[in-house]
């Protein structure tokens, strides 16, 4: 798998979004705009996520977590007067291990899936919908007495009569005029 990546001005190579969004429709099969939907909305809900004070963890991949900076004493590099800095956030990722391990080994990564060759867009989306039972097991759960329903008693099935029909009234022979 190679990368085209831009280099930067230390002469390392970096990868930018819009070189992301193109890699990540070529390894998916989805289309560019919706390969930027995706990130924009992954995007959107880490940086909410922290600004409300949550770690995100991304499960095989690393946590991204707030850290505080306290107020502090510098100094101006070019004038060497002391500046108050004042009391900052900051952001800390912590790399999983499948992640470290996925860097320091040698052996190729596992592809993604395409969409094509996994299901049908459809069926993915149908697969990712959440049904209402989900919901009940997902919400936190709240204390309530058990209560046992009463069996729901079955009908017996009703015997149908046997109907007669009635015998077809044959028509009369119409005499032929000479």
Not at 60 to 66: L, N, P, R, V, W
Not at 101 to 119: G, H, V
Request: charged residues 30%; contains cysteine; glycine residues 6%.
């Amino acid at each position: 798998m190679a990368l085209y990546c831009v280099s930067n001005h230390k002469g390392r190579k970096q990868l930018n979004r819009s070189e992301l969004i193109k890699l990540v429709g070529s390894d998916t099969g989805l289309a560019r705009p919706h390969v930027e939907l995706a990130l924009d909305a992954m995007i959107y809900r880490i940086v909410g996520g922290l600004k409300s004070g949550d770690a995100i963890r991304i499960t095989g991949f690393g946590t991204f977590k707030i850290r505080e900076r306290k107020p502090r004493q510098g100094r101006n590099p070019q004038t060497g007067t002391p500046v108050k800095i004042k009391a900052s956030k900051g952001i800390k990722f912590t790399p999983s291990a499948r992640l470290k391990e996925n860097i320091n080994t040698k052996s190729a990564l596992n592809k993604p899936k395409r969409i094509a060759d996994a299901m049908t867009i459809r069926s993915v989306i149908a697969s990712r919908r959440v049904t209402p039972a989900a919901v009940k097991t997902t919400a936190a759960p709240v204390a309530k007495a058990a209560v046992k329903k009463a069996p729901v008693a079955k009908k017996a099935p009703v015997a149908k009569a046997a109907v007669k029909k009635a015998p077809v009234a044959k028509k009369a022979p119409v005499a032929k005029k000479k």
